[in-house]
């Protein structure tokens, strides 16, 4: 039996960094770049047309938008405000969809012609969605709004980027260990403080505003503000290690399905050393509130490169510095999914198809679906049939049958038996 292989969705001319998935109009954005070396290699923020063509999902090069001398490494998405991080700087584009009526097919090919080329023995999806997106003459503009400097390290660069439950507020983290909050969209700085004395790897933000930060100091603190609640000790109901340092490499909130008001927090521990023999890296929930340690498992002995949760908390997914990808149950913490080595090169992040707007209409009778890009400048996805369940009705009729047939089956074996 062969390797499990995820199928390619999109390859860009650059390599990729950062993933983001617009559910109004069903974008798929993909960021990366050569950054400022000399190599001939663009940087640019993509975004794709995702739709449905003959029962499967296909993606194709809706409009480019040229970063200049910097790379993308990281995104954030509020509504049709991208806040993108560019070497020490956070840069806010904002995006707009419509319908381009009475388009020629002149003007058409034109635009087709000002994307990437794409390798010559592109999927059979990727054609037909590249002709679908034109026959639509669906029309992106993308405009600067506001720039600013988030890192002051030597060697400055912003590492993580997110918006807050309300979108009003932006928090950035980077390699001098700073938690940054900028107001939006005209990205006043309204607070500043020192979370780790070495770089912050990740931030996750709750709905009641309770921050999260990981950092290379080997540790992850819960601030209200810039006042630290507590700080997360994951192996209180874990494994123990005396000679492996672990440090924490990712975060994220999510909700509690079928639990409005429920949160967890979900992270990630790798080693902070790189072994010959590599330990296990592990997964850990957390109550929302309380910030106690629900449940740690081990997710296998490839280093973990980055975490995402979908839209109703209930799927988590993850790619790997030897380009895996993975997904597993929120709740349970097990592994449903798996492709080794889909890449070949680390992911570099993931995204999940959102389960409002479009996901639905896109997803079709799939569970979930994972996008994950990577170095090697390819788009994958990752889809998670549906587990088929058996309605409790039936369940019960079926008892009930049964029970019939045993008493049948003895009447006729023991006469007189009732």
Request: charged share 20%.
């Amino acid at each position: 039996m062969g390797r499990r292989r995820a199928p390619e969705l999109y390859r860009a001319p650059f390599p990729l960094y950062a993933l983001q998935v617009d559910p109004r109009a069903g974008l798929l954005i993909a960021a990366g770049g050569g950054g400022a070396a000399k190599t001939g290699i663009k940087n640019a923020v993509h975004f794709l047309q995702l739709e449905r063509i003959n029962g499967c999902l296909s993606a194709s090069l809706l409009h480019s938008h040229d970063t200049e001398t910097r790379a993308t490494m990281n995104l954030a998405l509020a509504g049709d405000i991208l806040a993108a991080g560019q070497d020490a700087h956070c840069q806010l584009l904002r995006f707009q969809a419509h319908q381009q009526k009475g388009s020629s097919k002149a003007e058409k090919a034109g635009s087709k012609e000002q994307g990437p080329r794409q390798r010559k023995g592109a999927a059979p999806a990727e054609k037909k969605s590249g002709a679908e997106t034109q026959h639509e003459g669906v029309e992106l503009k993308v405009e600067n709004l506001k720039e600013v400097q988030t890192d002051f390290s030597p060697e400055p660069l912003q590492k993580v980027v997110r918006f807050n439950h309300d979108n009003t507020l932006l928090v950035t983290g980077g390699t001098d260990g700073y938690v940054r909050v900028w107001k939006v969209p005209t990205l006043e700085k309204v607070l500043e403080f020192k979370a780790h004395e070495a770089e912050i790897e990740d931030l996750a933000l709750a709905p009641d505003g309770k921050l999260v930060t990981v950092g290379w100091d080997l540790k992850a603190f819960v601030w209200q503000k810039n006042q630290p609640v507590t700080q997360l000790h994951w192996q209180e109901n874990g494994p123990t290690f005396s000679t492996t340092p672990y440090r924490y490499q990712a975060c994220r909130f999510g909700q509690v399905p079928d639990q409005p008001a429920g949160l967890r927090l979900f992270t990630v521990q790798i080693p902070h050393k790189r072994l010959r023999q590599s330990p296990p890296c592990y997964l850990t929930a957390w109550d929302g509130s309380t910030f106690l340690p629900l449940r740690t498992k081990s997710c296998g002995h490839e280093v973990i490169s980055c975490l995402n949760i979908s839209e109703s908390g209930t799927f988590l997914g993850l790619g790997t510095v030897t380009g895996s990808v993975a997904i597993y149950i929120a709740f349970s913490l097990q592994c449903l999914y798996y492709v080794k080595e889909a890449h070949g090169i680390v992911v570099t992040d993931v995204a999940f198809l959102p389960e409002k707007g479009r996901g639905p209409e896109l997803l079709g009778s799939h569970e979930t679906a994972l996008f994950s890009v990577a170095v090697d400048s390819r788009c994958q996805l990752h889809l998670l049939p549906s587990r088929r369940s058996v309605p409790v009705w039936l369940l019960l009729l079926l008892c009930v049958g049964l029970i019939v047939v045993t008493i049948l089956l003895l009447q006729s074996a023991f006469p007189g038996f009732l």
